[in-house]
C-alpha cells in the first residue's frame, strides 16, 4: 500500500510540473504580439541605436526618462583649469643643448697620438757592467709614456743574461742576436746598429729613432721633446768621466731651434773640419731607411746600401738647416748625460 500511495504523488507532481509549464509558454508566447507603448524606455534605446545604424552623420539626442532628469543647477561647476605653462618646444631646447656639448668638448683637453720611440742599445759581452746598466736603463725607459720600442743587439753567446733581464723589464722589446766576431769595440758596436737598422727597414718600423748607449742618463722630458722631431734632431750631451773632474759638452749650437755650429772638443782647434757628432746626440725619422725619396735622399741611400749607420750620419751631418736643436731654447738645457766608466764598452 505504501508504494502504490508514492507513485500516485510522483505522478500528480509531473501533471502540476507540465501544467505550469504549458501555461507560462502559452503566455509568453501571446505576450510577443502584444504592442508596446511609445514611453518605454527599451523603444528609445532601440530608436536611437538604427537611427545611427542608418546615417552614420546624423548625431541623434536621446531622451532621459523623468526619473533620469535632474536640475542642472544643483550640479557644482567644475573649477576652470588653468593651461600649464608651455615648456620650451624640443627645437629650442636642441640648440641650446648642442651649445653646451661644444663647450664641454672645447673644455676637454684633445688627445693627440704620441709617435712611437725606437731605442736601439748595443751591448757587448766584454762589458763587465753589462747586467747594471741594462736594469738602470730599463728602470729609466719604464717611465717613459708610451708607444716605445727597446731594440737591445748583442753578439751570440751562451749566457742567457740579456734575455732574462729583458723578460722582467715589462717594456716592449726586442732582442736581435748576430754571430760574427770582432777585435774592435768600435766596429763591433756600429755592426749592432746596422743589424737594427737592417731588422727596423725590414719591418718598416715607422718612429723616432735614438741610439742609446748603457752608460746613457736621461731627463724624462727628453722623450717627449724626441717625438717633437719631424725628420732630424740634435741636442747637447754631458760626457762624465769618473776619472776627471771636468764636463765636457758634446753637441749643437742653436739659435731658437736652429742649429748653427756644434761646440769643440778642444779649445784650440782651428780647423774649419765639423768635430764627429756622437751617436747618442741626434735622433732621426726611422722611416727614412725605406722611403728615401720622402726626404730627397735616394741616391745617397744606394750608395751606402751597404752600411746603413754610414748613410744615417752622412744625411744628419750633411745639411744642418735641416736640423731641428731640442730642448728648443736655444739647446741650452742638457738633458742628456752619458758617464764615461773605467772597464765600460764606449763608443763615439
Known sequence: MGSLERSKKKVQLWKKAIFHFSLCFVMGFFTGFAPTGKDSVFSNHVTASSNISESPSSHPIQTLPEAAKVNRSLIAKAPATIPARPEQSDSTKLPEKEKEEEKE???EPKLTPRRLVIIVTP??????FRGVLLRRLANTLRLVAPPLLWIVVEPQTDSN???EILRKTGIMYRHLVFNKNFTD???EMDHQRNVALKHIEHHRLGGILHFAGLSNVYDLGFFDQLREIEVFG???MALL???EKKVKI???VCDSSQVIGWHLRKMNNESNTRPPIHISSFGFNSSILWDPERWGRPS???KYSQNSMRFVKQVVLEDETKLKGIPPEDCSKIILWRLQLPGAATSN
Open 105 to 107: 668638448k672645447e673644455k
Open 123 to 128: 751591448t757587448s759581452a766584454k762589458d763587465q
Open 161 to 163: 743574461q740579456v734575455s
Open 185 to 187: 769595440t768600435e766596429a
Open 234 to 236: 740634435a741636442w747637447p
Open 241 to 243: 768621466s769618473a776619472n
Open 250 to 252: 758634446d753637441g749643437p
Open 300 to 302: 745617397a741611400l744606394q
